[in-house]
T-cell receptor, first 112, second 114 residues
């Protein structure tokens, strides 16, 4: 039990559509990161939010965007979905400047 | 550019024996390393970490060793138990634009046989 919950757990979209994935972090965790895990691979860093602002981004295009809210919840939005966006999307949170990330169970997105 | 590599996709160990999972990295700027364990349909769960100023960290049955000159770390589990069967990811921490980013290896599937 990490205290990080994600919704939905599974969803199916078609190419070109938009998707919003949600995450609720532990109280006090002011830093949230999103990772994409493709099948058979390790998670890859998408971006990080700290105090409601993006403060770091991995190698993902601008159609991947996010929001962080004061109540420790956050969203990952992906526009113009492509088939390769099919993956498990993981939300992770922590207290700033501490090492350990706490992961949610993930949202599995399938793009047809 | 795979900066963190786990070269063994799978490992099978008998219950009670030692499991050794290996990880290599290429970026000498990494200063903090973590191991995560993942069961199917669950997110990764933090297991143990080590700072680059140490060469060993122990927590119960789990010990992580870091060899900075070889850019290599390993996770030892002893004794191995059936509940340890999972996918294990090593991860290294780096800063990108001021944000802490974890770079993960591809994972090693550990199976503990009774």
């Amino acid at each position: 039990e990490t205290g990080v919950t994600q919704s939905p757990t599974h969803l199916i979209k078609t190419r070109g559509q938009q998707v919003t994935l949600r995450c609720s972090s532990q109280s006090g965790h002011n830093t949230v990161s999103w990772y994409q895990q493709a099948l058979g691979q390790g998670p890859q860093f998408i971006f990080q939010y700290y105090r409601e602002e993006e403060n770091g981004r991995g190698n993902f295009p601008p159609r991947f965007s996010g929001l962080q809210f004061p109540n420790y919840s956050s969203e990952l939005n992906v526009n113009a979905l492509e088939l390769d966006d099919s993956a498990l999307y993981l939300c992770a949170s922590r207290v700033a400047n501490t090492g350990e990330l706490f992961f949610g169970e993930g949202s599995r997105l399938t793009v047809l | 550019d795979q900066q963190v590599k786990q070269n063994s996709p799978s490992l099978s160990v008998q219950e009670g024996r030692i499991s050794i999972l290996n990880c290599d990295y290429t970026n000498s700027m990494f200063d903090y390393f973590l191991w995560y364990k993942k069961y199917p349909a669950e997110g990764p769960t933090f297991l143990i970490s080590i700072s680059s100023i140490k060469d060993k960290n122990e927590d119960g049955r789990f010990t992580v060793f870091l060899n900075k000159s070889a850019k290599h770390l390993s996770l030892h589990i002893v004794p191995s138990q059936p509940g340890d069967s999972a996918v294990y990811f090593c991860a290294a921490s780096s800063l990108i634009q001021g944000a802490q980013k974890l770079v993960f290896g591809q994972g090693t599937r550990l199976t503990i046989n009774p």
